[in-house]
């Protein structure tokens, strides 16, 4: 079965400073992979995915992540953090490619981000 | 827009008691899912169906049920053998080989 493990249940950087969230998964299978993020009380929104092609992925406010397949990672970064950025962060790795698709979570990090 | 609307926000569960969370997308999906989350433990499959009249269990099916008569609802009843039933439950749908949508969750607390 694939799994996903996400080191560090908190991250914690100053506004402007780097953000880096890891990912690691495992797959017997090509992976999809996926980033959602969570605000309070919310539901997950998609940030970015790697389907196919280009191992770097662009997401939206400024999120990317690259899938590194002999390291069996996705960690997702940010060149310089905002405030706004402070959530919870979710890497997901696909069970199938077409039609039906179930989604594995990993446990989730908490970004923190100081003035 | 499309998107899926999930009732009610709130939900507060007595013991012994059979509550049903709603869940309505107008995205045309066919496949659709209930998750559980738990602080710390991220998010745990319930149920899933890939077509009308059609579901199958997740990972932690006990104690909940869900029907699929239409395309675009997907009710989840937590039953009174859901011993814990208190977290925040997100129902999701997907097209094929897309990314989920999710709805905005529904919290549920027993009193």
């Known amino acids: 079965a694939q799994s996903v493990t996400q080191l560090g249940s908190h991250v914690s950087v100053s506004e402007g400073a780097l953000v880096l969230l890891r990912c690691n998964y495992s797959?017997?299978?090509?992976?999809?992979l996926f980033w959602y993020v969570q605000y309070p009380n919310q539901g997950l929104q998609l940030l970015l995915k790697?389907?196919?092609?280009?191992?770097l992925v662009k997401g939206i406010n400024g999120f990317e992540a690259e899938f590194k397949k002999s390291e069996t990672s996705f960690h997702l970064t940010k060149p310089s953090a905002h405030m706004s950025d402070a959530a919870e962060y979710f890497c997901?790795?696909?069970?199938?490619?077409?039609?039906?698709?179930?989604?594995?979570f990993g446990t989730g990090t908490r970004l923190l981000v100081s003035p | 827009d499309g998107g899926i609307t999930q009732s009610p926000k709130y939900l507060f569960r007595k013991e012994g008691q059979n509550v049903t969370l709603s869940c309505e997308q107008n995205?045309?999906?066919?496949?659709m899912y209930w998750y559980r989350q738990d602080p710390g433990q991220g998010l745990r499959l319930i149920y899933y169906s890939q077509i009308v009249n059609d579901f199958q269990k997740g990972d932690i099916a006990e104690g909940y049920s869900v029907s699929r008569e239409k395309k675009e609802s997907f009710p989840l009843t937590v039953t009174s053998a859901q011993k814990n039933p208190t977290a925040f439950y997100l129902c999701a749908s997907n097209p094929a080989g897309g990314g989920y949508t999710f709805g905005s969750g529904t919290r549920l607390t027993v009193v």
């Open positions: 790697y389907t196919t092609g280009a191992t």
């Open positions: 995205l045309n999906h066919d496949a």
């Open positions: 797959s017997s299978v090509p992976p999809y």
């Open positions: 997901a790795v696909s069970e199938g490619h077409t039609g039906f698709q179930k989604l594995v």
